[in-house]
């Protein structure tokens, strides 16, 4: 069985930089046998790709997208932490959709994170799960995403 490094060179995926903290926080912390990381943004190359409300300036398509990358930063978090190949389960996610005023389609958003889970984990990746709609997050990004895992 390919180990969690092997299995995202498989799928062409690299961990981007861990992003740096933007108030008073770390980006993860192991208490245990589990990790938890702070609410990731969907920084790619340390800028946010789009900002704003979903269902209003940002598609829920894009959103989707966004959310895959914010739990992709919070994979980096917890790499840079324990290293990725500690991991051995995938226990929850919290989505946070910055949402328009109409808007309910937080669960779809928060698949990006989810899907991501199991491309990378497996059966290891199917974990518990609240997808929230807000009205503001920080820097004005459309998600964030907060992982807990389980470590070898």
């Known amino acids: 069985m390919a180990s969690n490094s ?15 903290p ?30 704003g409300k979903v269902g209003a300036e940002v598609s829920a398509e894009d959103a ?8 992709l930063n919070a994979l980096a978090a917890i790499d840079a932490l324990v290293g990725i190949d500690r991991v051995t389960r995938v226990l929850k996610i ?3 959709v910055a949402s328009a005023e109409d808007f309910s389609g937080q669960p779809g958003v928060i698949n990006g994170a989810s899907n991501l889970m199991g491309e990378v984990f497996g059966e290891a990746g199917a974990h518990a799960r609240s997808a929230v709609g807000v009205a503001e997050l920080p820097l004005n990004a459309p998600v964030e995403v907060e992982v807990i895992v389980e470590i070898a």
């Open 64 to 71: 989707e997208k966004y959310a895959r990358a914010a739990a």
């Open 22 to 51: 933007v108030a008073a926080y770390v980006p993860a912390i192991q208490t245990g046998n589990q990790v938890w990381t702070s609410g990731q943004l969907p920084f790619v190359d340390g800028q946010l790709p789009a900002t």
């Open 6 to 20: 092997e299995r995202l060179a498989e799928l062409g995926i690299s961990l981007p930089t861990v992003a740096a």
């Open 94 to 96: 919290v989505g946070f």
